[in-house]
């Protein structure tokens, strides 16, 4: 490997809206201000390491196609490419790219930046290793773990799940595995830790005892949440919902799906949600309604950026390109007071045809751009939405005895009745009107 890897590529900078640049931000300007908080603080930008420095672009009718030295498949026989020299390869072009993108954090599985040894032990030995570098890069840097993870799904052993799998020894498997980098995550400072159920659901309920694995879901939560405060780690707990892909069904379905089974087993005050968009897509939601659900249950946390495609009924990754689809999810995201612990995490895949070096530049520079306007379009919207939701909602404030439990059926009906004069008229919803206004801001913020 050449070093350093982006050797072509400088710092990106924030050149403005008359820029073009390509290698420049024209939106993301990381000290302006919006609402008393800065771009930076408001977006919490996160870059992955899997689909990033892990993945090499192969999908399951093809082999790799990226430029990834320290990967084993374009490895060249060079002797000294160790599993570990290859891990360590990788990290200092994943931080390379972290500090000239300027993006604050980064997120991890467990396997992303360590190899597997030939046990548990060896393994986490690897992984202890590589966190040791990972301090080192973190502090040259200055860049910050936004959450780490589990990777619980990918090898044969948990091929019927982790948490959920018929086999406790499984179960014991995936708590020791957890249990190792929830303490990584925590070494580093990791402002969240986060759940992604990815064979926690089934493929056919023939085999299935589905409320016995509910329950083994619920008693592996409880031991997550016992640990955190065991090691007191801060960061928040995350669960990321998703209804399907690799299962047929995911538990973790939405975040509806996810506040009422983290309410059933008296979890809600502790465990929170990372919403994906691309998931919301495959779940028949927008991304709005997603992060609205979640405010609205108290359960808001984090975003893994990323886009689908309507016609496509799978996880494509793809870099956010939407300003109108990520402007309504900001909107909400504001609307909830914006993100504490959480941030917005690019869990997004070049497309397999994306081979030069500099289209992971590219691509996260677009993303970036898309969320840092979209925060300005839905700065732009929200007092005047806002005000015209109340606007549609006002009649409640001399109504409150009905919602106060003051009033019952009878006697609401019994007014309705002696009220000979009493036809309430309809009033405009006014959603063109809105949806106009919506569009005129896309055009008009600066
Ligand atoms: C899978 C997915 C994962 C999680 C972390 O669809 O989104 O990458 O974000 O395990
Ligand atoms: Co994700």
Redesign the pocket.
Known sequence: MTSPFFADIDPIRFEGRDSDNPLAFRWYDAEHVVRGRTMAEHLRFGV?Y??SFAWDGSDIFGAGTLDRPWNPASRTGDATMTPMNAAKLKMEAAFEFFEKLGAPFF?F?DIDIAPAGANFAETVRNLDEMIDEAEGHMERTGTKLLWG?T?A?SHPRFMSGAATNPDPDLFKYAAAQVAHCMNATHRLGGANY???G?REGYDSLLNTDMGRELDQLARFLHMVVEHKHAIGFDGTILI?P?PM?PTKHQYDYDSATVAGFLRKHGLEDEIKV?I?V??ATLSGHDFHHEVATAVNEGIFGSI?A?SGDDRLGW?L?RFPVSVEQMSLGMLEILRGGGFTTGGL?F?TKLRRQSIERDDLFHGHIGGMDVMAKALLVADSLMDELDEQRDDRYSGWADAQHILNGEATLQQLHDQVLSDESFDPEPSSGRQELLENLVNRRIDQVR
Request: aromatic share 12%; net charge negative; with cysteine.
């Open positions: 992955c899997w689909h997120s599985h993870t990777n799904f986060v759940l992604w990815g990321e998703k892909e990372n994906e691309n998931h893994d990323n996880d990754d995490m869990d």
